[in-house]
Every structure is written in C-alpha cells, then in structure tokens.
C-alpha cells in the first residue's frame, strides 16, 4: 500500500488543521490505520489509531480531548483533526498502516509497517 499525507502546515497556536492520508495500491479497509509525529530531534511519537471499521480509537497522552481520527475506507482515507493546536505539536505527521489485518497490537512504529512521507506542522506561539 502507497500512503500520502497532506494538510500539514502553520498555524498560531489554538488553531485548527485536518490532516489527510490516502491509501492507493492494496486495501486498507481491514487494518488499523495509525498517526505517528517526529519533532527535531526526538523519536517518532504514536499520536492516535483507528480500527478498520472505526468501532475503537485510540490517542496518545498528549493529544486526548484535542485531536480525532477517522477514516472513509469508501474513499481509503484517514483523518485526524487537530484542535487546540499548541506550540508542542510542531512536527513531522506520518500515517502508517498496522503490520498485521484485525485489531490493535502496539502503539509502537515496530506494529506499522507501511508508511507515508509525513507532511510537516507548525505551531506557532
């Protein structure tokens, strides 16, 4: 599977922005799709997941109550909205793909094994 993040960009602090990653080459429609950020100098960052068919989500501490993901697997592509955007989101966003077809096994980069190019994200204070 090929994936394309876009939607990255600047933006003030306390903004809003949607990030966007479509899937083309083989399905995604029955893996956890996932978001995963890398600022200067720090390791990659699990940011949210989503099952298959949207029944569970899952977020990263830093990002609870501010940021939804979803997907249109009619369209094979995931979202994640980003709300109350603050200085220290300012990173690298990549979507990647679960390694393996059904539910969840790690929020780690080792259980994705497909990933997108990241689009860039800057929060300005």
């Known amino acids: 599977v090929q994936l394309q993040a876009s939607g990255g960009g600047l933006v003030q602090a306390g903004g809003s922005l949607r990030l966007s990653c479509a899937a083309s080459g083989r399905t995604f429609s029955n893996y956890v799709m996932g978001w995963f950020r890398q600022a200067p100098g720090k390791e990659r960052e699990f940011v949210a997941a989503i099952t298959w068919s949207s029944t569970m989500t899952y977020y990263g501490n830093s990002v609870k109550g501010r940021f939804t993901i979803s997907r249109d697997n009619a369209k094979n592509t995931v979202y994640l909205q980003m709300n109350s955007l603050e200085p220290e989101d300012t990173a690298v966003y990549y979507c990647?793909?679960?390694?393996?077809?059904?539910?969840?096994?790690?929020?780690?980069?080792?259980?994705?094994?497909?990933w997108g190019q990241g689009t860039e994200l800057t929060v300005s204070s």
């Open positions: 990647a793909r679960a390694r393996v077809a059904g539910t969840l096994t790690s929020t780690t980069t080792s259980a994705f094994g497909s």
